[in-house]
């Protein structure tokens, strides 16, 4: 069985968590990305943040293709 790991704040044990989107970055690192905040369902405390994959994904083709067409014109 896997382990569960428990809320700092309410010590309920994590079992699922509620993900919520929000924007990471800062003005020293550039853009900002998108990402979600994993949050326990009991009480809300934040767990842990990340960036979100596919938009993350979604963002790296948009560069690329407007770098290719950008050099094929």
Do not use: E, W
């Not at 919520?20 to 853009?31: L, M």
């Not at 979600?36 to 842990?48: A, E, I, K, N």
Request: overall charge positive; glycine content about 12%; aromatic content about 2%.
């Amino acid at each position: 069985m896997i382990g569960h790991g428990k809320c700092p704040k309410c010590q309920d044990t994590v079992i699922r968590c509620d993900l919520d989107q929000i924007i990471v970055g800062n003005k020293g690192i550039g853009p900002f990305f998108h990402g979600v905040s994993m949050c326990c369902p009991r009480c809300g405390t934040v767990l842990g943040v990340s960036v979100d994959p596919s938009s993350l994904v979604a963002d790296i083709v948009d560069q690329v293709a407007k770098r290719i067409q950008g050099r094929t014109r």
